[in-house]
T-cell receptor, first 117, second 115 residues
Framework: AQTVTQSQPEMSVQEAETVTLSCTYD???????LFWYKQPPSRQMILVIR??????QNATENRFSVNFQKAAKSFSLKISDSQLGDAAMYFC??????????????FGTGTRLTIIP | GAVVSQHPSRVICKSGTSVKIECRSL??????MFWYRQFPKKSLMLMAT?????????EQGVEKDKFLINHASLTLSTLTVTSAHPEDSSFYIC???????????FGEGSWLTVV
């Protein structure tokens, strides 16, 4: 079974600074997807960024980028120019690509990010 | 706008009664939907995988007779908490994969309080 580990329960960063959230995973599969989700106080799960394992290039979405190290099974999220609206719980998630659209997400335990004004 | 809608967003029920939560994919067909439960300050715990036209697949430790899942159409899955007790109070959230499965959308979640 796959596992996802987020070793930082809480992180804080000064507004406008850069912060990196860590995520490692364990799998024996070669084809899979990795995601970062944001969960603000509203509890709505918001997709921040996703990475296909077969792609070597790191995914980027505006201020959000990942450092995907497949051999090390590491998938960290970098948030640049942090904004107050980035404050939330961040979850790293894994999804097998084996069965196409019918595979579940496996979540890490989350990292609570606080933005200091 | 939301592509997966969950209803109700909040519900309070008396202990011993049953309550139903709906999860709808608004503009796409979802053969598979997932139901999660989230305890305060915790991660999402997968309860079951809902398959259209067949029985749901429950995760280990989840009581299938207590948490009834029905996926009657390609756009609707329901979770019924039967004979609810205060310990069932929680945040329940559903998700569905769109298209090839690379994009997964979540419903807004439902707060259940059993009194």
């Amino acid at each position: 079974a796959q596992t996802v580990t987020q070793s930082q329960p809480e992180m804080s960063v000064q507004e406008a600074e850069t912060v990196t959230l860590s995520c490692t995973y364990d799998t024996s599969e070669s084809d899979y997807y990795l995601f970062w989700y944001k969960q603000p106080p509203s509890r709505q799960m918001i997709l921040v960024i996703r990475q296909e394992a077969y792609k070597q290039q790191n995914a980027t979405e505006n201020r959000f980028s990942v450092n995907f190290q497949k051999a090390a099974k590491s998938f960290s999220l970098k948030i640049s120019d942090s904004q107050l609206g980035d404050a939330a719980m961040y979850f790293c998630a894994y999804r097998s690509a084996f069965r196409g659209g019918n595979e579940k997400l496996t979540f890490g335990t989350g990292t609570r990010l606080t933005i200091i004004p | 706008g939301a592509v997966v809608s969950q209803h109700p967003s909040r519900v309070i029920c008396k202990s011993g009664t049953s309550v139903k939560i709906e999860c709808r994919s608004l503009d796409f067909q979802a053969t598979t939907m997932f139901w999660y439960r989230q305890f305060p300050k915790k991660s999402l715990m997968l309860m079951a995988t809902s398959n259209e036209g067949s029985k749901a697949t429950y995760e280990q430790g989840v009581e299938k007779d207590k948490f009834l899942i029905n996926h009657a159409s390609l756009t609707l899955s329901t979770l019924t908490v039967t004979s609810a007790h205060p310990e069932d109070s929680s945040f329940y959230i559903c998700s569905a994969a769109r298209g090839s499965g690379n994009t997964i959308y979540f419903g807004e979640g439902s707060w259940l309080t059993v009194v």
